[in-house]
T-cell receptor, first 112, second 114 residues
Framework: GQQLNQSPQSMFIQEGEDVSMNCTSSSIFNTWLWYKQDPGEGPVLLIALYKAGELTSNGRLTAQFGITRKDSFLNISASIPSDVGIYFC????????????FGGGTRLMVKP | ETGVTQSPTHLIKTRGQQVTLRCSSQ?????VSWYQQALGQGPQFIFQ???????GRGNFPPRFSGLQFPNYSSELNVNALELDDSALYLC?????????????FGEGSRLTVL
């Protein structure tokens, strides 16, 4: 089962609003990643974080690697309709290659 | 540069049958991993292949097996299918030049077991 708790499970927002979602774990991860999955597609990497406390931006997206290494958040500013999709957090541990543990996802819906 | 391609895209099997899913990794990527994504859930790691050998496995029984070929393409085989095996199976490739966890996913093979 999932080891990462992701919240909220779903969000329905107005276009132009900012969005925040987060992910928590009972154990430490050395890498945190955020992926987005559109219907009928595989997940696409948005942001990767490698150091505790790291804050990284990718366009309108900003993500942070929590100091305790047990959490991460993703913010989306000024949402647009193409932001619709399911956002997954994922964690990886050292020497575990690409064995990612995914959260349950946050489904984002944007009303134009 | 071609992305990760998977086949078939959809298939239906009955309980007890066997299935083989195929994946061609992105050009230049030598590592392939497979994930199972049940409806409404996040992907779960099945196993990873590097240089034609399995070098990591998640919590899946031995009836889930795989292969990687010299051209880095890969197969996922599932024997004695069960109803709970119904899911989207995702293949992801990566290369040594990328950071850990930076995966390129295919669109998946959706398996329905009746």
């Amino acid at each position: 089962g999932q080891q990462l708790n992701q919240s909220p499970q779903s969000m329905f927002i107005q276009e132009g609003e900012d969005v925040s979602m987060n992910c928590t774990s009972s154990s430490i991860f050395n890498t945190w990643l955020w992926y987005k999955q559109d219907p009928g597609e595989g997940p696409v990497l948005l942001i990767a974080l490698y150091k505790a406390g790291e804050l990284t931006s990718n366009g309108r997206l900003t993500a942070q690697f929590g100091i305790t290494r047990k959490d991460s958040f993703l913010n989306i500013s000024a949402s647009i309709p193409s932001d619709v999709g399911i956002y997954f957090c994922a964690g990886a541990r050292n020497n575990a290659g690409n064995m990612l543990t995914f959260g349950g996802g946050t489904r984002l819906m944007v009303k134009p | 540069e071609t992305g990760v391609t998977q086949s078939p895209t959809h298939l239906i099997k009955t309980r007890g049958q066997q299935v083989t899913l195929r994946c061609s990794s992105q050009s230049g990527h030598n590592t392939v991993s497979w994930y199972q994504q049940a409806l409404g859930q996040g992907p779960q790691f099945i196993f990873q292949y590097y240089r034609e050998e399995e070098n990591g496995r998640g919590n899946f029984p031995p009836r889930f097996s795989g292969l990687q070929f010299p051209n880095y393409s890969s197969e996922l085989n599932v024997n004695a299918l069960e109803l709970d095996d119904s899911a989207l199976y995702l293949c992801a490739s990566s290369s040594g030049g990328r950071g850990p966890g930076e995966l390129f996913f295919g669109e998946g093979s959706r398996l329905t077991v009746l």
